[in-house]
């Protein structure tokens, strides 16, 4: 299994920036891809950014040319630069891998327990 830790959360004002990490643990093979997704109050969860292990990239239309996401393979670690922060941006920050136990199970997937971002003035 695989546990994820976040940090970084907290308020910043708008037009601020915050760095989210999220550390991956435990006993897998290997972590194809991890990401972040968020909840607002009321929406349903929705992808940020999702990054594979060779670096490639997807990120949500409303995210796009603010937030960056990156990869440390060899921490297991991801992590989500959030530029430019808009009230809308508010909402619980998850963080999700993607991962193989074995060389012969499916895929697996395990979420962190959320860090809360505020943007506020």
């Known amino acids: 299994q695989v546990q994820l830790v976040e940090s970084g959360g907290g308020l910043v004002q708008p037009g601020g920036s915050l760095r989210l990490s999220c550390a991956a643990s435990?006993?897998?093979?290997?972590?194809?891809?991890m990401g972040w997704y968020r909840q607002a109050p009321g929406k349903e969860r929705e992808l940020v950014a999702r990054i594979t292990r060779g670096g490639s990239t997807d990120y949500a239309d409303s995210v796009k040319g603010r937030f960056a996401i990156a990869r440390d393979n060899a921490k297991n670690t991801v992590y989500l630069q959030m530029n430019s922060l808009e009230p809308e941006d508010t909402a619980v920050y998850y963080c999700?891998?993607?991962?193989?136990?074995?060389?012969?199970?499916?895929?697996?997937?395990?979420w962190g327990q959320g860090t809360q971002v505020t943007v506020s003035s």
């Open positions: 999700n891998a993607i991962y193989y136990s074995t060389y012969l199970s499916n895929p697996e997937n395990s």
């Open positions: 435990g006993s897998f093979l290997s972590i194809t891809s």
